[in-house]
């Protein structure tokens, strides 16, 4: 048991810091493609979580649809639109390095006082074993969407119906409409014209 | 000693601070999207971790529905990059400040 313990520790480890180096990566990184290659391995490193939190399906869905789908769609946008890499500018405001530094100061003053003060309490969360739980299988997922949260399934659903509409709205090219006349001679004149969305 | 559920609620509290920095200090509009997406995962690790230690399933409910908008928010996120590239030819948030071209 001990050893189950330190194991599951061990794990926890390396896949928080399989996560925080690339998420540090991602945001260090200059070339947009080398950054959504370091997002994989934060969405990797997010569903090996969430096996460890005993919800295999979520893990399932975190590697189909983020690390999958959305995914493959940036990389995609990138390649289409070849995006060159950042240049460096020079800052937007002066004052914003003190600003930051500040910030980071008060922030991690809270973060200790939290950390303090959850230290010092004596409530205790109860923990679930997580290996023996019901709660993350497919099957009660199932019947949780589909009794108790059947409208914001259905609402969901209408909102990716929303989102697809309006993807292929935005990201399809104008018509161009070729005008071909006819002289007399038998000359033949080639116009393009534009169809713009608020004349059609 | 097993993962806690402060560990992973002080994870999570790291990664999100990533994303925001990252939203603040990038320039370019599908860096900024990406980052927006590491926000969104690192709320859903903070659902799945309280649903796992309070033995209740309503958090990774919210954490499928939260799925499903981020699906929907990249394919109008990146409809919207393309068709500002197609605008502006450029990438840049900065050069993007004017709703009229």
Redesign the interface.
Known sequence: MIIA??F??LI?IVL?GL??GS??A??VQRN?LY??IS?IG??IS?AG??L????P??AA??VI??AG??MV??VF??M??N?EE?VR?PL?LKFLIPAAIFGAAI?FAQ?AFI?YS?GASPVR????D?AN?Q??LTK??GT??FT??LL??EI?SI??L???V??????RRPTVLLLVEEDYDGKKHVERRTLKIDNI | ????????L??S???F???V??VI????A??M???I??ML?SV??TF??F????????G??F???V??????????G??????L?RNRES?DV?DANLLKL
């Open positions: 313990d330190l599951q520790t926890w928080a996560a925080i998420g540090v991602m945001v947009p950054a959504a997002l934060v969405f997010f979580f969430y460890l939190l005993g919800a399906f979520i869905v975190q649809v983020y789908a959305i769609l940036v946008v990138i289409l639109l995006v950042e500018k937007r922030l973060a950390i959850v969360v109860p923990n679930a997580a739980s709660i993350g009660s997922i949780g969407l108790d949260y914001p399934f969901t909102l990716i929303m989102a697809i309006g993807a292929i709205t935005l990201a | 000693m097993t993962p806690q559920l402060s560990w992973y002080a994870l509290a790291v990664m601070t990533i994303g920095a990252g200090l990038k320039r370019n599908i860096s999207f990406m980052c997406e590491l995962n859903n690790l799945v971790a649903s796992s230690f309070f033995n209740n399933l309503n990774q409910l954490v499928f529905i799925m499903a908008v981020a699906a929907a928010e990249a394919a109008v990146l409809g919207i990059i393309i068709a590239f990438l900065d």
